[in-house]
């Protein structure tokens, strides 16, 4: 149970944040967005709460599991993995609710970075830890190139 518990903590926050980040795209979503000129490459809408809500799961037990690690590098991952779910929402925030691409183009950018580095340094700690956020990493690409097109295009 002792190591359940941070699991879940981990797993709450960060459907908190893709939550946070929810309402800060509703408006923008329903009036904005449907206005872009998107990339023929873009999912369908129904795709992205689906893969979020499994991206933010993976999350939350990649950095639970990160919690109980005796390691040198445990401070500095957990740091990392905080400051990732914080330009998570900045992004929501900079691309949704100030309807700015490009900021939330450099966001993006910033966030592959944090989010490799964390990914690197779980593979060093803990292995599983890492591949949990293997399709974050993916998704988190695809979706620097989706931001790049609207802002590119539009």
Not at 33 to 45: E, N, Q, R
């Amino acid at each position: 149970m002792k190591r359940v518990v941070p699991i879940i903590v981990f797993v709450a926050i960060c459907l908190l944040v893709g939550y946070m980040s929810r309402l800060l795209q509703a408006f923008s979503l329903e009036y904005w967005y449907p206005t872009l000129t998107i990339s023929p490459l873009s999912p369908p809408g129904v795709a992205f709460p689906i893969v979020w809500g499994i991206l933010y799961l993976l999350m939350g037990v990649s950095a639970g599991l990160m919690w109980g690690v005796r390691s040198i590098y445990s401070n500095l991952l957990l740091t990392l993995f905080t400051l990732q779910l914080l330009l998570n929402v900045l992004w929501s925030f900079c691309f949704f609710y100030m309807q700015s691409p490009l900021m939330g183009l450099v966001i993006l950018l910033a966030l592959d970075m944090i989010v490799i580095m964390y990914v690197a340094g779980c593979f060093m700690v803990r292995r599983l830890c890492g591949w949990l956020l293997v399709p974050y990493v993916i998704w988190l690409l695809f979706a620097t190139y989706l931001n790049g097109f609207v802002a590119v295009y539009n």
